[in-house]
């Protein structure tokens, strides 16, 4: 060991006394682990020490060089106060900063540091150094040449890998992935930190089963923090768990979600389930959507984007089916953060006949939210007799979520780079991430509003659509439920059936006017058509 022990300090104002203070310290490098070629961070976390906090740093392993003691307490070694007892100093090149030969750059094990004053210190903290690791399908793990995701082996490598999850630790889709079974990456005690560009590509066939445990988080990402995934579709998706689910991430306790869509299913036993996001506490998620159903009949905060929202959402939407026992919207299940320039176009939301959370956009709105500039589809169907009066339905004015100038003029979506407007069958119109595969048409409910006859997507037909008094439904696959809704989206009739392949409606006692009717497959699909009651 190259340090200096107490009994053999230089004496002046530079040197500790024998009695002076020794401090327990714990610390952490960025990246983890240290390469010999890459630059690197270390931080200390010890007793607060003030501001004017020095490194005594030395090398190991083979004839390394000996640093003088007191030279350390100088304008190169201050470490910097990140906060109270937290203390780091970052080295751009090993090499130099230590002044190391070819020789002993070849030798080098170990580098170690003392956080000192004039008056007390830590103790030593060692970190090992490696070799360049060769991981995954290439790249170092820098902004520069970020470690290379090219199939699910990669994917369970980086799921396996909790040193990986670092913060500054950057990675890259270089093609689609089918990934089948997989862990999640990042958990509740240890979440990801790094950098994650999905390059335009996507994961599909994604199975995550969590645990029954409360607390939990399940995910793609079960836990993010400071992290920054971009540029991503997750397709096709299986998600289930307890607490905190989501297709993308299962808890963001901070770091920003951009461009990116999931598909799919959640199925959750508890709170905070949402089809990108279980609970998002603290990250900004932006430019992306969801069409994944979410499930959590006996759980709370449940929405199609996210489940429960302190963070902030911009100009996202979300489109799949939503069901809760409480606290369940179309875009969220319980909001206490910022939403703005977004839409919920979900084709239903289903919760027991009382609760007093459920709406269109936001189960619940309240002082401690803000929302603004944002739509929900106003035919939206609620399995209630009649929406809650509590929730946030965002209904302001009524758009035409058909028409781009909606998204580019009035939520401002940018249409140049991050999205692109897509032409289905007519007249489906809307809008999907720009250059990421594996988009479907976000909404086929919002097709349905504009069918005029008998025939609905599917194997389903509903006749006649302008009724005296019954209304037919038949289906070669079944059907397990029919809703009747007003225009507004307030439930007026509804019957369950036993997966029958005909079901007759009873309209007779509803007034003259046009309703929207639903029809639940036993596939558990939804498809709507309009009617109207002469």
């Given at each position: 060991m190259r340090k200096r022990c107490f009994s053999a300090l230089l004496t002046g104002l530079l040197c500790l006394s024998a009695s002076a203070a020794k401090y327990d310290a714990t610390w952490e490098t960025t990246p983890s682990p240290v390469v010999k070629t890459k630059g690197?961070?270390?931080?200390i976390t010890t007793t607060d020490m003030g501001e004017d906090v020095y490194c005594y740093t030395w090398t190991e392993g083979g004839s390394q060089p000996t640093v003088d003691w007191g030279s350390a307490i100088a304008p190169k070694y201050k470490m910097t106060r990140k906060s109270s007892g937290v203390y780091s100093?970052?080295?751009?090149?090993?090499?130099?900063?230590?002044?190391?030969?070819?020789?002993?750059?070849?030798?080098?094990?170990?580098?170690?540091?003392?956080?000192?004053?004039?008056?007390?210190?830590?103790?030593?903290?060692?970190?090992?150094?490696?070799?360049?690791?060769?991981?995954?399908?290439?790249?170092?793990?820098?902004v520069e040449s970020p470690f290379v995701l090219s199939n699910a082996a990669d994917m369970a490598e980086l799921a396996a890998t909790p040193s990986d999850w670092a913060a500054n630790?950057?990675?890259?889709?270089?093609?689609?992935?089918?990934?089948?079974?997989?862990?999640?990456?990042?958990?509740?005690?240890?979440?990801?930190?790094?950098?994650?560009?999905?390059?335009?590509?996507?994961?599909?066939?994604?199975?995550?089963?969590?645990?029954?445990?409360?607390?939990?988080?399940?995910?793609?990402?079960?836990?993010?923090?400071?992290?920054?995934?971009?540029?991503?579709?997750?397709?096709?998706?299986?998600?289930?768990?307890?607490?905190y689910c989501g297709v993308l991430v299962g808890y963001a306790f901070s770091g920003t979600v951009s461009r990116c869509f999931t598909s799919g299913s959640v199925?959750?036993?508890?709170?905070?389930?949402?089809?990108?996001?279980?609970?998002?506490?603290?990250?900004?998620?932006?430019?992306?959507?969801?069409?994944?159903?979410?499930?959590?009949?006996?759980?709370?905060?449940?929405?199609?984007?996210?489940?429960?929202?302190?963070?902030?959402?911009?100009?996202?939407?979300?489109?799949?089916?939503?069901?809760?026992?409480n606290y369940a919207?179309?875009?969220?299940?319980?909001?206490?953060?910022?939403?703005?320039?977004?839409?919920?176009?979900?084709?239903?939301?289903?919760?027991?006949?009382?609760?007093?959370?459920?709406?269109?956009?936001?189960?619940?709105?309240?002082?401690?939210?803000?929302?603004?500039?944002?739509?929900?589809?106003p035919a939206m169907a609620t399995s209630q007799s009649a929406w809650s009066t509590y929730g946030h339905h965002a209904i302001e004015q009524t758009p035409d979520l058909l028409s781009k100038s909606t998204f580019s003029e009035t939520l401002g979506w940018d249409f140049d780079d991050v999205w692109q407007w897509e032409r289905g069958v007519a007249p489906r119109e809307y809008p999907v991430l720009a250059r990421i595969g594996g988009q479907v048409d976000p909404s086929p409910g919002l097709t349905a509003l504009e069918i005029a006859g008998g025939t609905l997507c599917g194997r389903i037909e509903v006749f006649p659509t302008v009724v005296d008094d019954f209304v037919t439904v038949e289906s070669a696959d079944g059907v397990v439920g029919?809703?009747?809704?007003?225009?507004?989206?307030?439930?007026?009739?509804?019957?369950?059936?036993?997966?029958?392949?005909?079901?007759?409606?009873?309209?007779?006692?509803?007034?003259?006017?046009?309703?929207?009717?639903?029809?639940?497959?036993?596939?558990?699909?939804?498809?709507i058509v309009k009617i109207v009651k002469r």
């Open positions: 690197f961070e270390v931080t100093i970052a080295v751009d090149d090993i090499k130099t900063f230590y002044s190391l030969s070819d020789a002993q750059m070849e030798s080098l094990t170990t580098i170690g540091f003392i956080a000192r004053t004039t008056s007390g210190q830590t103790e030593d903290c060692m970190v090992p150094v490696s070799e360049m690791r060769q991981a995954y399908s290439g790249g170092e793990g820098t630790v950057c990675f890259i889709l270089s093609q689609d992935i089918i990934l089948g079974d997989f862990p999640g990456i990042g958990s509740m005690e240890k979440p990801f930190h790094g950098i994650f560009n999905g390059n335009d590509h996507v994961i599909s066939d994604v199975r995550i089963a969590g645990t029954s445990a409360i607390g939990s988080a399940t995910g793609l990402f079960c836990a993010i923090e400071g992290a920054t995934i971009s540029n991503l579709g997750v397709a096709d998706a299986t998600v289930s768990g307890a607490t199925t959750a036993t508890s709170i905070c389930s949402g089809g990108l996001a279980g609970e998002n506490k603290g990250a900004d998620i932006s430019d992306s959507y969801s069409t994944a159903s979410v499930s959590s009949p006996d759980g709370y905060a449940c929405g199609g984007l996210v489940g429960k929202n302190l963070g902030s959402i911009s100009r996202c939407y979300s489109s799949g089916r939503v069901s809760a026992a919207g179309g875009m969220v299940g319980a909001n206490y953060g910022t939403i703005t320039n977004s839409v919920a176009m979900n084709s239903g939301i289903e919760a027991p006949e009382g609760a007093n959370y459920v709406a269109r956009f936001g189960g619940n709105d309240n002082s401690q939210n803000t929302q603004h500039t944002n739509f929900s589809w029919v809703y009747i809704a007003s225009v507004s989206g307030t439930a007026v009739a509804k019957a369950s059936y036993a997966g029958s392949s005909t079901a007759m409606v009873d309209c007779s006692g509803l007034p003259c006017g046009m309703y929207l009717l639903s029809v639940v497959g036993a596939d558990g699909s939804i498809q």
